[in-house]
């Protein structure tokens, strides 16, 4: 997933490679002690299964008001992200009338690659050869 993300879209994750003061980890490790940011993998649903949530029935792509069973799928899901993060109810109700689930996706990967990045063995992932390579998901 992250070698596709960081070869197929050259336009974006390139870019950002590019950009002064950015570190895409992990494959540019190198630059992390002067990075004024970092930029690293995170995939929603992974975030949810490592947590033991449901990482089904949250989003509905046909749009229109929320089924019932996706209501109370995301608001089993929020319950617990108010563990991580405080999420105000203006932003509460954006998440819950987004049909197609973006704003929580939106909510989950940063939670999950803050987590991810923070309990990540960096000095592992800096020299192994395959992950430098390939990449490695941030959860």
């Not at 197609?100 to 990540?120: E, I, N, Q």
Request: net charge positive; glycine share 6%.
């Amino acid at each position: 997933m992250i070698y596709q993300t960081f070869f197929g879209m050259r336009d974006v994750v390139q870019h950002l490679a590019a950009t002064p003061g950015t570190a895409v980890l992990p494959f540019q490790y190198r630059k992390l002690p002067k990075a004024k940011r970092v930029v690293v993998e995170c995939c929603p649903s992974s975030v949810l299964k490592k947590n033991k949530l449901p990482h089904q029935n949250y989003k509905q792509p046909k749009g229109g008001p929320l089924l019932r069973l996706r209501r109370f799928t995301r608001h089993e899901i929020l319950a617990d992200a108010d563990k991580w993060v405080r999420i105000s109810d203006r932003h509460r109700r954006v998440i819950m009338r987004n049909p197609g689930g973006d704003a929580l996706d939106a909510v989950l990967a940063a939670v999950g690659a803050f987590r991810g990045f923070c309990a990540a063995d960096h000095a592992v992932l800096s020299t192994h050869p395959r992950l430098t390579r390939e990449g490695w998901m941030y959860v």
